[in-house]
């Protein structure tokens, strides 16, 4: 009797010592193992074809096991690069979006300018003979500088502008006036009378306001689209810790090594890890949503009444305004500036026929619908706000490509140990959330240096996106409070937004421009390179000495 009472508790306990949670004392077959393991491409060589003992797993459960120390380092090694796979190609996907805007805005912006300028072209040889032949440079140099602006280089449109129409002025004085000799010195003090004297009317202050407007708009929606693709790109190639690895493998290989390959992860272990893997990533979700948002206000720009496609196909018939203004009032204009700077002297050459036409444009061409934009910016709203929540919902996309189980069967799935329910708490977002997370051991006062450069560029880039909304340049304004408020503007007037740059002379020759820019004197408007000023990198150490710190 002892005997078999001996023997009926050695059964009991190796019958425990062989249970997996999942039942059954007979050792399982590694069929199903060996298959996925080789079609991950692994050798099968040295692979059990039943449970072993699990005393050599570093990273699975220590129960009895199809796994080798081999199979479990070349599973960990297979789930890293399958996880960075999934990152680089949801990543992917959301460049794909942002690179199709970025395409279609551009393209369109730069066709809107070609346009014009083609109008412009074909109509004023016929409208004004002599002042478009002679002077044809200084029209296409107009808009060659509108493009350089847009673009992003060094342009100050308000200068541009300026030049243009006080050239403007001295050929069509002079054409105006051909049977008298006009000197350098006389263009000097018909210069200086020109706020004065208004020749082209209101024109050329509505057209600097809702051109520049117009133009910061676009360029830094642009901008905005390349920010936010360029942030996703190098995001998707921070590399995934050890921990990380081996939390994931935890999770998707564990369960094959354990023999349960047809049971799926619970949902919320594999949302803990991912939270915890992620958690980095989903520290951009803030800047994030600003941006998205800033986008959005800025694309509503663009419904406006007085939006870019309105202010830039319009250009050549602005001008044209402008010199028939300066055309009717000819003989008051002429009048005010005898009184001012003289009389002119009769000149001795033979004077030709008035070239100049007293002729508007009208119906040269067939004006845009503007449902192509309407268009453009009703698809981009759609998909800016279904991506403003990409960060905090990948780790849930991510388990959800897993195909983790469904809360209905959460007491029969995976659970990191055995089939079971899982019973932690789900992590919030973001790295300080993770302190107590289960399943990944996260340092959360060492946040990963090049995703916090990341959240710099889109606090940047959204205070542009701020700026333009309110009809500012930034790159005119002072960078030491670009973060201090809300970017709303304060109470700036249209009119007095920017830096207003003194000019110690209106008179502007040809050629001011070249020279100023061989010089290196080209003033610093909306660069191309997002580059933070000395305030935002003293900003961003700030930010970085807070995050070790707490």
């Known amino acids: 009797m002892a005997v078999s009472e001996g023997l009926w508790v050695l059964w009991l ?56 120390s ?32 970025h395409k279609n805005f551009d393209g369109y912006f730069q066709d809107l300018l070609n346009k014009s300028e083609t109008s412009l072209h074909n109509s004023f040889p016929e409208l004004y003979g002599d002042l478009y032949s002679q002077h044809g440079k ?23 502008l300026h030049d243009f129409w006080m050239h403007l002025l001295e050929r069509l004085f002079k054409i105006l006036n051909p049977q008298y000799a006009i000197t350098d010195e006389y263009l000097d003090c018909l210069a200086k009378l020109s706020e004065q004297l208004k020749p082209f009317g209101e024109v050329p202050r509505d057209l600097k306001l809702k051109a520049t407007k117009a133009l910061i708009a676009a360029r830094s929606f642009v901008q905005g689209l390349g920010v936010g693709s360029e942030v996703v790109k190098r995001v998707s190639q921070v590399s995934l810790n050890q921990e990380c690895t081996r939390a994931i493998m935890k999770l998707v290989y564990c369960p094959h090594c354990r023999g349960l390959a047809n049971v799926k992860p619970c949902l919320n272990y594999c949302r803990n890890v991912m939270k915890g893997c992620l958690a980095n990533q989903a520290d951009l979700d803030t800047e994030w949503r600003n941006l998205i948002d800033s986008m959005l206000l800025v694309a509503d720009k663009f419904e406006a009444p007085s939006n870019i496609e309105t202010v830039m196909s319009t250009i050549h018939e602005r001008i044209s305004d402008a010199i028939s203004t300066m055309q009717e009032n000819k003989k008051v204009i002429t009048n005010k500036v005898f009184q001012n700077c003289g009389n002119l002297k009769a000149s001795t050459e033979v004077v030709a026929g008035e070239e100049t036409r007293r002729r508007r444009m009208s119906n040269l061409e067939e004006k845009t619908t503007g449902q192509a934009l309407e268009k453009l910016v009703a698809n981009a709203k759609s998909n800016l706000k279904d991506i ?45 959330s993770q302190i ?37 340049d930034v790159d005119y304004q002072d960078t030491s409070d670009d973060f201090s408020g809300s970017g709303s503007g304060g109470g700036c007037l249209d009119d007095m937004c920017g830096r207003k740059l003194e000019k110690s002379t209106v008179k502007k020759q040809s050629d001011t421009r070249t020279v100023a820019k061989k010089a290196g004197q080209g003033v610093p408007g909306a660069s191309g390179a997002f580059q933070p000023s000395f305030y935002l990198l003293l900003l961003f150490l700030l930010l970085t000495v807070t995050s070790f710190t707490t």
């Open 70 to 101: 081999e199979m479990e380092e070349n599973f960990a090694n297979s789930s890293k690069s399958e996880f960075e796979a999934k990152l680089k190609e949801a990543s992917q996907s959301m460049q794909g979006i942002f690179a199709s805007q």
């Open 436 to 472: 107590n997370n289960p399943e990944v051991d996260i340092d959360i006062t060492k946040p990963d240096m090049a995703i916090r450069q990341q959240i710099m560029q889109l606090k940047i880039m959204t205070n542009r996106l701020r700026n333009a909304y309110n009809g500012n």
């Open 13 to 68: 306990l190796l019958a425990s010592a062989r249970s997996d949670g999942t039942g059954g004392g007979k050792a399982r077959s590694c069929a199903e193992v060996r298959l996925v393991y080789s079609a991950a491409g692994f050798s099968l060589t040295g692979v059990p074809q039943a449970e072993i003992s699990g005393e050599h797993l570093r990273i699975c459960p220590q129960g009895y096991t199809c796994c080798t």
């Open 138 to 160: 200084e029209f296409r140099e107009l808009y060659l500088e509108l493009r350089q602006y847009y673009q992003g280089l060094s342009v100050n449109l308000e200068e541009v």
């Open 388 to 432: 403003k929540d990409y960060w905090v919902v990948l780790p849930n996309m991510l388990c959800n490509e897993k195909v983790t189980a469904a809360s209905t069967n959460e007491h029969k799935c995976w659970n990191g140990m055995s089939q079971g329910r899982y019973l932690p708490e789900l992590m919030g977002d973001g790295l300080a």
